[in-house]
């Protein structure tokens, strides 16, 4: 079993700053090999990647959130982070970590964790 395990999210007014991290635990030695996404979905909206980090390192960012949103990764910790500055209302949503290996003779792996509340409001 793997488990994703989100934390940092909250009530924050618009304008305010929060860093999500996303904690890997159980059989997963490392997530190195691992992709490391930021998926969100709004109450009524289809979920939506916000921010990809692969393996190498390189990071990918949704237009809207680009320039203000950060992802990053340790894998020592097993942790991948995402630092969102300059919060907007339209940023609310319930986040969610995603871990994808991809591998060349079996299927893919692909984990999700439970996801955690963001809320942009005054």
């Known amino acids: 079993q793997v488990q994703l395990v989100e934390s940092g999210g909250g009530l924050v007014q618009p304008g305010g700053s929060l860093r999500l991290s996303c904690a890997a635990s159980?059989?997963?030695?490392?997530?190195?090999?691992?992709?490391m996404d930021w998926y969100r979905q709004a109450p009524g909206k289809q979920r939506e990647l916000v921010a990809v980090i692969s393996s190498g390192g390189s990071t990918n960012y949704a237009d809207s959130v680009k320039g203000r949103f950060t992802i990053s990764r340790d894998n020592a910790k097993k942790t991948v982070y995402l630092q969102m500055n300059s919060l907007k209302p339209e940023d609310t949503a319930v986040y969610y970590c995603?871990?994808?290996?991809?591998?060349?003779?079996?299927?893919?792996?692909?984990?999700w964790g439970q996801g955690t509340q963001v809320t942009v409001s005054s």
């Open positions: 159980g059989s997963i030695s490392s997530i190195s090999l691992y992709s």
């Open positions: 995603h871990a994808e290996r991809v591998r060349l003779v079996a299927s893919s792996l692909n984990y």
